[in-house]
């Protein structure tokens, strides 16, 4: 487990200022011992409460010159200039107080710091990036794109291109996401009045448009990259995404632009690229990195072989409902968040991110093929609070995987059978070659 860095570590004079009020009343103090000794004594106990506030929030905070964590919204209002009609908005949708990564990685993006953020599935990482973004943007500006956000699936950009649409609600800024790659030219191009503020997209479309030529689209004005879902990025081909931000990357290619990743989940992969290629990195975490939320209630239910699936299906489901057609991939995400369609069936391409509202139950038809595909999964329930339920069928096939998801389980406390977690760990075969 990691622990919460001393924030104040870091050597005078070395990357930005601290934002504590108390510091700079510490520094620039002309009188006596006294009063600097009763300073000092109330930025340890400043200091404490800090301390204390991320403990019991399990923030874990590793970097030098860490700002501290927010307890309210209004604190942002006060603190940072967040617009009066955002947290208007904010409190039309319910939100009253901040989530413990929001807590953190607002003030640190507000601070312009370069952030890897690791939180569980459905702690509201999407506000946790989008209030910093719409702040530091403050209001429309006719210089093109100065934020974007990058997400892997187009249902996952739909949704956050909806999220920060109700956020900035009356305040007018234009949140783009890139539907049809052949109007885009005309939208984006070179000619265009560069009338918008925040791009949502694939890195694939974007990566589409930078490489017309002339390229269709200009970041140049960039300010702000948030890669959301960073580590599935990195695994879906995993030096091809490289290429794509490297190549992103170059085209931010203003004085200003700092970069921000969040995931559920984060593997030592992404963060030794984050930690050579970032800018005095912070890196932030609630909780135990990599675990699923403890809000879902797992089972693992042995099925015996494919044709032992349906069966327990059946005893879940009562008989009678239609699996919906891929296809029509935005239909049926419409007609289930609308309650249209009760019963979901997708594959793993709806894992990451998405947002249902009131899904009470995953289950896993086929097993996981990863610890970390799993944690995504069962995250499409228990969110933001509430309480959910996740059932995994397996198989005698499946086995050679159960011991990793087992731990996961038995990590956030639901009950396996010892055996599971006993189950010999596959061990890779490496065979070297060498040529005589
Ligand atoms: N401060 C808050 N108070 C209450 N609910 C919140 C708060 N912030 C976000 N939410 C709600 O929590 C839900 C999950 O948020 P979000 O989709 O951002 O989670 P996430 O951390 O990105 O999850 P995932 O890892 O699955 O992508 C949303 O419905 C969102 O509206
Ligand atoms: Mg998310």
């Known amino acids: 487990m990691e622990v919460a860095d001393e924030p104040n570590k870091a050597a005078d004079g070395e990357g930005i200022s601290w934002t504590s ?82 807590m953190q990685a607002i ?3 507000m601070h312009g710091r370069e952030v890897l953020a690791c939180a569980p599935t459905g702690s509201g990482k999407t506000l946790a990036f989008c209030l910093p973004l719409l702040t530091h943007l403050q209001q429309p500006a006719n210089l093109g794109f100065r934020a974007v956000v990058i997400s892997p699936t187009r249902e996952l ?4 291109y909806r999220e920060l649409l109700r956020l900035s609600d009356g305040v007018g800024f234009r949140v783009h996401i890139i539907d049809k790659a052949s109007l885009a030219a005309k939208k984006y191009g070179p000619k265009s009045s560069k009338k918008y503020d925040i791009l949502v997209s694939t890195p694939n479309r974007l990566i589409y448009l930078l490489s017309q030529d002339p390229p269709v689209l200009d970041l140049s004005s960039v300010e702000w990259l948030v890669v959301d879902e960073s580590d599935k990025l990195f695994e879906a081909g995993k030096s ?3 290429e794509q931000l490297a190549t992103i ?23 030794q690229w984050c930690r050579l290629n970032l800018d005095n990195l912070v890196t932030v975490n609630i909780g135990h990195r990599n675990t699923a939320v403890e809000t879902v209630e797992q089972e693992l239910l042995f099925v015996g072989s494919e044709d032992g699936k349906l069966v327990a299906m059946r005893d879940i489901i009562k008989k009678g409902f239609l699996p919906p057609m891929l296809q029509q991939r935005d239909n049926v995400v419409n007609s289930f968040r609308s309650g249209h369609i009760w019963v979901l069936i997708c594959t793993a391409l709806l894992a990451r991110g998405i947002d249902f509202k009131g899904v009470n139950l995953v289950l896993n038809y086929d097993f996981p093929t990863s610890a970390v595909e799993y944690i995504h999964r069962i995250g499409r329930t228990g969110r933001a609070g509430h309480c959910g339920k996740a059932i995994t069928f397996f198989t005698e096939n499946d086995k050679p995987l159960l011991r990793s998801i087992a731990n996961v389980i038995k990590q956030a406390g639901c009950p396996v059978p010892d055996y599971m977690i006993g189950f010999k760990k596959i061990h890779r075969l490496i065979i070297i070659a060498v040529v005589a």
């Open 240 to 242: 091809g995404f490289r």
């Open 157 to 160: 950009a739909s949704q956050t």
């Open 249 to 271: 990357f170059l085209a931010c290619s203003g004085p200003k632009v700092r970069r921000a990743f969040f995931s559920a989940t984060c593997t030592p992969d992404v963060e």
């Open 107 to 109: 003030p640190l993006m």
């Open 21 to 102: 009020d108390l510091n700079k009343r510490i520094q620039n103090q002309p009188s006596g011992d006294k009063e600097k000794n009763s300073l000092k004594r109330l930025k340890h106990l400043h200091q404490e409460k800090v301390n204390r506030i991320r403990g019991q929030n399990r923030i874990n905070v590793h970097g030098c010159d860490v700002p501290d964590p927010v307890c309210t919204f209004e604190e942002l209002q006060s603190e940072y200039r967040l617009h009066s009609r955002i947290l208007q908005n904010l409190k039309d949708a319910g939100l009253d107080t901040p989530t413990p990564i929001q």
